[in-house]
């Protein structure tokens, strides 16, 4: 850094006084000159003491003489000034607590969501100095990002944009989707592509699947099916002719599976439509909308092109199966009203190729009066799947209503479906879930690991609103009954913790701050 | 010390019982006594054995001080008292003390001293034997002696063979040259050979640092030689450089200085074998500095009685010594309350006040730093802060708290100047001190 005797000084201690010899009597810089001549001259040092005697002026001149850098980049231009209020310190020690992960946070990292989006929704940010541990979480755990970006504030904006890795929180998806998409598209790996897709997919559908188009000749099957999927994710009727005419037609069996696939999720597609006419010609209805089921007898060539499948392992039989396939990819609306439709199926030969084909089709077809009136028969498959249909109040308000209405042993099979139901859980969905969890431990304890999760659910999604009330109920259950004192004690830890996170969070310090986020 | 007074000791009656579960000597490894200490190893809920020292040297008149590697912020901790109790059974060996052991009690500093700051207990020396005391003096000393004239053969062997060569040394090699240094009660300059070690692995330019601390130490050696011709502070400074250790009572005996004291920044550094705490406290009125150090085995918790972000009044007594940074808080003056506001000098300044530190003391290993109104800045990944004129200090790491807390506006930091780059320790912004990530 300063020329001078240094450079040199350091040159000859890596090579050893063995090598180098006695150091020359030198000179140095200003007044450190006759110092350093006194040492090296002096005749009664050894060279090893000539040579650190030197090292101890010119090292401490050196530090002694250090001016300041004068850098030449340019500062970027400050942040704007805040926008609302950081939260109070306890809620920013809890912080703290959850992204280190130390106690109490320890136990409840699951709660860092709410926090985040409480935080938001009340007009308060992250404190700047958290900042870089946040946007770090949210780099690596994408479903934090949504919760983040409205916790950080002009401040965390600003910050994320001075580092490549926290650019995804200026501007929806910059830093993932590059500038030039079709080149990474020409040059990238399988998976770098696929990533790529659904990155172009989520900004807008069109330009993704031109990409698709663009190189679906010379792309591998894997690939290309791979491609088919992700399309299918957010497909749309401008998806259709793509899928119907290429993908559906392709050489490669994956890919034809993956297409037909994509476009039964589309009641107006040619397929649909195609589907409609075959499940007609089997169901029929009869007096009173019974309906009666007729199973093809072979599988004809039609149907297989259009990706029905056969197999032997099916309950039900083949056949069955068959017709399953059909009714799944069909539009629900050949059927009429739903609940007549379910009503009509009820006990009839068959009708196992008709309710799971319905639930499937209702998946697909995102039909939430279809997802009720099926949650409501006597026999459903897959109730989670039918449930994840319904919006968030009517998850919460069916499974209210089933619990309530379930006999004994019923709760076993419905307390699972809680995990479907997001946060906040209404008052009464709390007070029956808890409530029919905990009998269930007394009832039967060997079960009680059915019971256990909804507690901890409970205690995480309860709306703060009904929080005190599950805290105190849990509480008095633990002391009636000491046989849920073990399972009582996370989900009344965990619920505690969050009352008192909400209550930092919100705690009228310097106000609330409703001032909306400008840009 | 019987078993009585050894459970006296205990802060409540759950430490008691668990002490004594402890106190069996088939718990331990590598435990031992002599005449001033006791230590060993005993298995915890931790992965690690805890290791324990007790300092026995209060005994019969006062009490023991002890320290522990278990995070227990009890006083004594269970394993300390387990040890006392077997101690006090006459259950352990005889032994050489562990090198980290031997480190810790010269550490404390206070081994000479007749009283203790905190209650004024009083010491077995109290009444010593001054011709006993003239030929414990005169024994370090002749220890001391030839501890350096070793050095200074292993110094030149380093320099005849190049710093090259000894970069390719083993890290055992340095630790053994330090170990040796410890036994000859050289704990200041095993400090400084174990440096060396580090410096030669510390990646680009190693070699410029390596040569600077060669230089440093043989300016302590050369001071040694000659310290009959160096003025009495620069005595002081040469020989605490060394290890020698100042009595706890005999800095507070000297006159306090009482001011308003921020505590502006705190380091904790932990080489595996002992931890070191130093607290950076600022006079508001004097403007002067004061360091509080504090060391352990690896891993023992600290006292939390000054807190970075506070500051309180108190009369604060300094070690003797050409600087006289180091310190120890002597009675406080009413409670603690949170910094409110903290200007810094220019980075100008604060070179300056570098250069002054080190005419005054060559051997000052880093200078505690307040840059008022500056802005960080990153170039890849060189960061620096720079001042209103321009003028810039390098950071020694990315700092991305210091950059989330300035948001590019002018902000005061607090850190270490170790004559090359800025450890940023603190940041004050948005009315209050903030601690940031070491």
């Known amino acids: 850094m300063t020329p001078g005797p240094w450079p040199a000084l350091v040159k000859a201690a890596l090579l050893g006084t063995e090598r180098t010899g006695r150091l020359?009597?030198?000179?140095?810089?200003?007044?450190?000159?006759?110092?350093?001549?006194?040492?090296?001259?002096?005749?009664?040092r050894s060279p090893e003491r000539v040579l650190l005697a030197a090292a101890a002026v010119l090292a401490t001149a050196r530090r002694a003489g250090r001016v300041p850098d004068r850098p030449a980049v340019e500062a970027p231009p400050p942040a704007p000034p805040v926008d609302g209020p950081e939260v109070e310190e306890d809620a920013s020690h809890t912080l703290g607590a959850l992204v280190a992960g130390t106690p109490p946070g320890a136990m409840a990292r699951q709660l860092l969501?709410?926090?985040?989006?409480?935080?938001?929704?009340?007009?308060?940010?992250?404190?700047?100095?958290?900042?870089?541990?946040?946007?770090?979480?949210?780099?690596?755990?994408?479903?934090?990002?949504?919760?983040?970006?409205?916790?950080?504030?002009?401040?965390?904006?600003?910050?994320?944009?001075?580092?490549?890795?926290?650019?995804?929180?200026?501007?929806?998806?910059?830093?993932?989707?590059?500038?030039?998409?079709?080149?990474?598209?020409?040059?990238?790996?399988?998976?770098?592509?696929?990533?790529?897709?659904?990155?172009?997919?989520?900004?807008?559908?069109?330009?993704?699947?031109?990409?698709?188009?663009?190189?679906?000749?010379?792309?591998?099957?894997?690939?290309?099916?791979?491609?088919?999927?992700?399309?299918?994710?957010?497909?749309?009727?401008?998806?259709?002719?793509?899928?119907?005419?290429?993908?559906?037609?392709?050489?490669?069996?994956?890919?034809?599976?993956?297409?037909?696939?994509?476009?039964?999720?589309?009641?107006?597609?040619?397929?649909?439509?195609?589907?409609?006419?075959?499940?007609?010609?089997?169901?029929?209805?009869?007096?009173?909308?019974?309906?009666a089921v007729r199973l093809p007898a072979e599988l004809p060539d039609d149907w297989a092109a259009d990706g029905v499948e056969r197999s032997t392992r099916r309950p039900g039989g083949e056949r069955a199966w068959w017709l399953r396939q059909v009714v799944a990819a069909a539009p629900l609306d050949t059927w009429g009203p739903a609940p007549q439709a379910v009503a009509g199926a009820a006990g009839i030969d068959h009708g196992d190729a008709l309710l799971p084909g319905w639930a499937l089709a209702a998946n697909?077809?995102?039909?939430?009066?279809?997802?009720?009136?099926?949650?409501?028969?006597?026999?459903?498959?897959?109730?989670?799947?039918?449930?994840?249909?319904?919006?968030?109040p009517a998850r919460a308000a069916w499974l209210t209503r089933a619990l309530e209405a379930a006999p004994a042993p019923r709760p076993a099979t419905l307390l699972p479906l809680c995990a479907e139901v997001p946060r906040p859980w209404p008052s009464a969905l709390v007070q029956v879930a808890a409530g029919r969890a905990a009998a269930l431990v007394l009832a039967q304890p060997v079960r009680a690991h059915l019971a256990r999760p909804v507690l901890v659910l409970a205690a995480e999604r309860a709306d703060a609103a009904a929080l005190p009330r599950f805290a105190a109920d849990l509480a008095q259950a633990m002391r009636s009954d000491r046989r849920l004192d073990a399972e009582l004690r996370r989900p009344l830890a965990l619920a505690q913790l969050r009352q008192d996170l909400l209550a930092e969070l919100t705690a009228p310090g310097l106000g609330h701050c409703t001032e909306p986020e400008g840009a | 010390m019987d078993e009585a007074a050894a459970l006296a000791l205990a802060p409540d009656d759950a430490s008691r019982s668990a002490a004594r579960g402890l106190a069996v000597p088939s718990l331990w490894a590598e435990a031992g006594h002599d005449a001033e200490a006791a230590w060993g190893r005993v298995r915890g809920s931790g992965r690690l054995p805890y290791r324990v020292a007790v300092d026995l040297a209060g005994e019969p008149a006062g009490e023991p001080a002890w320290t522990c590697s278990?995070?227990?912020?009890?006083?004594?901790?269970?394993?300390?008292?387990?040890?006392?109790?077997?101690?006090?059974?006459?259950?352990?060996?005889?032994?050489?003390?562990?090198?980290?052991?031997?480190?810790?009690?010269?550490?404390?500093?206070?081994?000479?001293?007749?009283?203790?700051?905190?209650?004024?207990?009083?010491?077995?020396?109290?009444?010593?034997?001054?011709?006993?005391?003239?030929?414990?003096r005169a024994r370090r000393q002749a220890n001391v002696d030839g501890g350096i004239v070793d050095l200074e053969r292993w110094l030149d062997d380093l320099v005849r063979g190049g710093l090259a060569v000894a970069q390719s040394r083993s890290w055992a090699s340095w630790d053994e040259a330090g170990a040796r240094l410890v036994d000859a009660q050289a704990p200041g300059l095993a400090g400084r050979v174990r440096a060396l070690g580090r410096a030669a692995h510390s990646g680009p330019g190693w070699p410029d640092r390596m040569l600077a601390q060669l230089g440093r130490l043989h300016l302590v050696l050369e001071g040694w030689r000659h310290l009959d011709q160096l003025p009495p502070e620069l005595v002081t400074e040469v020989r605490t450089q060394v290890g020698f250790p100042t009595a706890r009572a005999d800095v507070l005996a000297t006159a306090p200085v009482r001011d308003r004291w921020d505590v502006v920044a705190a380091v904790i550094s932990d080489d595996g074998t002992l931890a070191t705490r130093r607290v950076w406290l600022r006079g508001r009125s004097i403007g002067g500095w004061a360091l509080l150090l504090d060391t352990g085995l690896s891993g023992a918790a600290f006292d939390v009685d000054v807190v970075v972000g506070t500051t309180f009044e108190a009369d604060v007594h300094r070690y003797p010594g050409a600087v006289g940074q180091r310190s120890l808080v002597g009675g406080r003056h009413g409670d603690a309350r949170p910094i409110e506001a903290l200007n810094g000098s220019e980075v100008a300044d604060v070179l300056a006040a570098d250069a002054f530190?080190?005419?005054?003391?060559?051997?000052?290993?880093?200078?505690?730093?307040?840059?008022?109104?500056?802005?960080?800045?990153?170039?890849?990944?060189?960061?620096?802060?720079?001042?209103?004129?321009?003028?810039?200090?390098?950071?020694?790491?990315?700092?991305?708290?210091?950059?989330?807390l300035s948001g590019g506006h002018p902000v005061t930091v607090v850190g270490e100047w170790d004559g090359h780059r800025l450890s940023p320790l603190s940041c004050f912004a948005d009315g209050r001190l903030w601690a940031v990530r070491g």
């Open chain 2, 70 to 136: 278990c995070p227990s912020r009890k006083q004594p901790c269970k394993h300390a008292l387990g040890l006392l109790l077997l101690v006090a059974r006459g259950q352990l060996d005889d032994g050489d003390r562990p090198p980290e052991v031997e480190e810790w009690l010269a550490g404390r500093a206070q081994r000479q001293a007749t009283t203790s700051g905190r209650g004024g207990r009083a010491r077995g020396g109290e009444v010593a034997d001054p011709a006993a005391q003239e030929r414990r």
């Open chain 1, 113 to 291: 969501p709410e926090w985040l989006e409480v935080c938001g929704a009340t007009g308060r940010r992250v404190p700047s100095a958290q900042l870089p541990a946040v946007l770090d979480l949210a780099s690596a755990d994408r479903t934090l990002r949504p919760v983040v970006l409205g916790a950080l504030g002009h401040r965390g904006r600003w910050l994320a944009a001075q580092r490549a890795e926290w650019r995804w929180a200026i501007g929806a998806l910059a830093g993932e989707v590059p500038d030039d998409p079709a080149a990474a598209w020409a040059q990238g790996t399988s998976a770098e592509r696929r990533a790529l897709l659904a990155a172009v997919r989520a900004v807008d559908p069109a330009p993704g699947r031109s990409l698709v188009v663009s190189t679906w000749p010379t792309d591998k099957a894997d690939d290309r099916a791979a491609f088919v999927d992700i399309l299918a994710t957010e497909v749309s009727m401008d998806d259709e002719p793509f899928l119907e005419e290429r993908a559906r037609l392709d050489r490669a069996r994956d890919v034809r599976r993956a297409a037909t696939a994509a476009l039964a999720h589309l009641p107006g597609s040619r397929l649909a439509a195609r589907m409609r006419e075959r499940a007609l010609a089997h169901v029929v209805a009869g007096p009173g909308g019974r309906l």
């Open chain 1, 24 to 44: 020359p009597p030198g000179e140095g810089p200003g007044a450190v000159g006759p110092l350093v001549h006194a040492v090296t001259a002096d005749a009664a």
């Open chain 1, 364 to 392: 697909r077809q995102r039909r939430a009066d279809w997802a009720e009136a099926l949650l409501a028969a006597p026999a459903v498959d897959d109730p989670s799947a039918l449930l994840r249909v319904l919006d968030p």
């Open chain 2, 357 to 404: 530190a080190l005419a005054a003391s060559p051997w000052v290993p880093q200078t505690p730093v307040c840059v008022g109104s500056v802005v960080p800045l990153v170039d890849g990944d060189a960061w620096c802060l720079v001042d209103g004129s321009g003028d810039g200090l390098p950071l020694d790491r990315p700092s991305w708290e210091v950059l989330a």
